[in-house]
């Protein structure tokens, strides 16, 4: 099983910036690919980007052009946020493709 450790999060005023970061336990190559989830508070978990061992990137479209997701180690994930809106608050997990078990996730907080 693989553990996972998201951090980064805060408070930050809309159309500010953040930069997420997922902590494998161990290497996540054997798996397809790995991504990003957002749980706005009393709404379910929802898709937000991923990134898969073939290279691509996909997201969702209420992220396109203003989220980012990336890699620099076979253990670390990224999710840089910009233009962050309102409904960007919540909690953001990582997982890898297919899903293992969740993490406690990091709390997003737009607000002014």
């Known amino acids: 099983q693989v553990q996972f450790v998201e951090s980064g999060g805060g408070l930050v005023q809309p159309g500010g910036s953040l930069t997420l970061s ?4 161990k290497s996540l190559d054997s798996f397809f690919g790995m991504a990003w989830y957002h749980q706005a508070p009393g709404k379910q978990r929802e ?17 396109k052009g203003r989220f980012t997701v990336s890699s620099d180690n076979a253990n670390t994930m ?21 899903k293992t078990d969740w993490g406690q ?4 907080t737009v607000s002014s």
């Open 22 to 25: 997922c902590a494998a336990s």
């Open 47 to 63: 898709f937000v980007a991923s990134m898969h061992d073939d290279g691509s990137r996909r997201y969702d479209d209420s992220v």
């Open 78 to 98: 990224y999710l840089q946020m910009s233009g962050l809106k309102l409904e960007d608050t919540g909690l953001y997990f990582c997982n890898t493709i297919p």
């Open 105 to 108: 996730g990091t709390q997003v």
